[in-house]
């Protein structure tokens, strides 16, 4: 089956084409525009998936030798994201609905961040944990079959994804900053570090939060001049990177003892973070899996997997745009 994806929830325009598991077209538009800002701005976000989505098809079909009539399936993110730009994909999914009548279903995001997964590491069995990490969303889902989504534990406040792009912005980073703090840390040569608090919580759950390491990492900020603050980026991007990761892996510990599944899938953009990824290979061993760094971030392959898998269960469902839709 010949599945067209779409994707337009934050500030990536994608479109794929996956025929049954197979990508064969994946491409990703990021918009580099909000990197000024030191965040996303929906309205710009808006009008940047218009003037691309077109041209983004229209090259998909032209490299991949295929028409739009050869497509059996449009799946096209639907919630939760920017309500300006999920209704850009949505429109453009609903067009060629309409004009083809090529059936369409609606995706959830984070269910095309989990089996992205699947795209790659097909030996991967269900059931399996999936730690979501992403700009945003951190949470950790029990996957028992396609459909089958349990969540175990999530932020509480900001996700793991913004708290790398704010400190990145407090350090004068570009955004997004996660990959900055990243090379920066890995190029900080020494194991002591600064202590920033990992958050404990009260809360029944596996829940994260990661306001309280934000706060600490702006009071140390704060408190040093601009010498002390540019001579010490590694040294701070390693310890604030350190924090995060050791609140990562030891939820994914208490996950794996509650729930006695050892098979973990670790996705969404912040997994293309080597230091997380290694510190998970260290403590799960060969049960960690992970997609590539072009389908961790936000990519239409992935929709194109949820929308397969829902039409081989018939559950696809017309678009419903539900910005804020938790999963
Ligand atoms: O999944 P994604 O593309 O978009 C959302 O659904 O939010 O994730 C983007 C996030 C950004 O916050 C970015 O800073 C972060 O992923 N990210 C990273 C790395 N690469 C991207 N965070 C830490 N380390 C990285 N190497
Ligand atoms: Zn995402």
Redesign the pocket.
């Known amino acids: 089956m010949l599945v067209l994806g779409l994707e337009s ?2 500030d ?1 325009t994608s479109i794929a084409l996956l025929q049954n598991n197979s990508i064969i077209a994946n491409k990703i538009y990021t918009q580099e525009v909000h990197s000024q800002y030191g965040g996303v701005v929906p309205e710009i976000a808006s009008r940047a998936h218009i003037e691309k989505v077109d041209r983004l098809c229209t090259a998909v079909f032209e490299e991949s030798g295929l028409k739009t009539t050869d497509v059996e399936l449009i799946a096209v993110t639907d919630s939760p994201g920017l309500a300006g730009a999920l209704l850009v994909g949505i429109s453009f999914g609903l067009g060629l609905h309409t004009s083809y009548g090529i059936p369409v279903t609606g995706v959830n ?1 984070l269910e095309g ?1 989990i089996l992205s997964v699947l795209l790659e590491n097909s030996e991967i069995t269900f059931p399996f944990l999936a730690l979501v990490v ?4 951190t949470a950790i889902y029990r996957v028992d079959d396609y459909g089958c989504y349990i969540r175990l534990g999530q932020t509480i406040d900001d ?4 708290a ?2 704010k400190i ?1 912005k407090l350090l004068g980073f570009p955004y ?4 900055e ?2 090379t920066q840390a890995r190029s900080y040569q020494s194991e002591e570090c600064i202590p920033f608090p990992v958050a404990r919580l009260s809360t029944p759950g596996i829940d994260f939060s990661f306001s309280g390491l934000k706060t600490a990492v702006k009071y140390h900020l704060a408190e040093k001049d601009e010498t002390y603050i540019k001579n010490n980026i590694p040294l701070i991007c390693y310890s604030f990177q350190k924090t995060i990761i050791t609140s990562l892996v030891n939820n994914m510990a208490r996950a794996v003892e509650e729930t006695g599944i050892e098979r973990i899938a670790l996705v ?3 997994a ?3 230091t ?1 990824r290694e510190a998970l290979a260290a403590q799960f061993d060969d049960r960690v899996y992970f997609p590539s760094p072009l389908l ?3 990519n239409a392959a992935m929709i194109a997997k949820a929308g397969y898998e829902r039409f081989k269960r018939n559950e696809t469902r017309i678009p419903r745009m539900s910005p804020n839709s938790s999963f």
């Open positions: 929830s934050c990536e995001h961040h992403s700009g945003g969303h996700a793991a994804g913004e790398f792009d990145g997004p900053a996660g990959r703090i990243e969404g953009g912040v293309c973070n080597k997380l961790c971030t936000d």
